[in-house]
């Protein structure tokens, strides 16, 4: 068993919160595909997005995805379009698990609607964007992304729990996943 969780989802779903607790719970190591390529490009994502362009961004994704996943037992929180990429998805489905964290639209506004280190957020939540509007085009690409999130081995709704509940949870099914010598 390749002991390797990708933690998917759309941004702002809590995949880089959850992401730590769950490997110090598992005393796993924890990776987060964004600030690892932020580290090896030394450039923030926003950055290469505007420079390079998303193809650019997408292509050092995908080879650093590979690099981490050279390693055993760890946590790797995805970028919220590493796994739309079908060459992505199946190298993770052939080399660990992957957990969609499920959440809302109201949820994604309220986390990020201050945030402005996301280029493709930064498109859709303008600045004078109303709560309404602001909302209703986080779902339109949700809607357009979940098709992709759902080919996910596991779907965790996160807004059904607190998180440490959520955290407690997930680590049941790995440990279902993997039995319990870990
Ligand atoms: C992206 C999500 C971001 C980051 C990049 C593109 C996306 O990661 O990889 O800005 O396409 O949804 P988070 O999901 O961690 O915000």
């Known amino acids: 068993m390749k002991r390797r969780i990708y ?4 941004m702002g779903s809590g995949k880089s919160t959850i992401g730590p607790i769950l490997a110090n719970t598992l005393g796993w190591d924890f990776f987060d595909l964004d600030k690892v390529i932020e ?7 926003r950055e290469i997005f505007d420079e390079e362009g998303e193809e650019s961004f997408r292509e050092i994704e995908s080879v650093v995805l590979k690099e981490i996943s050279q390693k055993e037992k760890i946590i790797i929180s995805l970028g919220g379009g ?39 957020m930064n498109s859709i939540l303008t600045e004078n ?16 992304r979940e098709k992709y999130y759902l080919n996910a081995d596991v779907v965790f709704d996160i807004d059904k ?13 790995i440990k279902q996943r993997y039995g319990k010598n870990n």
């Open 7 to 10: 933690l998917t989802g759309f």
């Open 39 to 45: 580290e090896k490009k030394n450039k923030k994502v």
């Open 82 to 120: 590493t796994i739309i990429k079908k060459d992505n998805l199946d190298f993770m489905k052939s080399n660990g698990v992957i957990i969609y964290l499920k959440t809302s639209e109201e949820k994604i506004y309220q986390r990020l609607r201050f945030k402005t280190d996301r280029p493709i």
């Open 129 to 144: 964007v109303s709560t309404a509007d602001g909302i209703k085009k986080i779902s339109e690409l949700l809607t357009k």
């Open 161 to 173: 729990y607190p998180v440490g509940v959520t955290v407690d949870k997930i680590i049941q099914i």
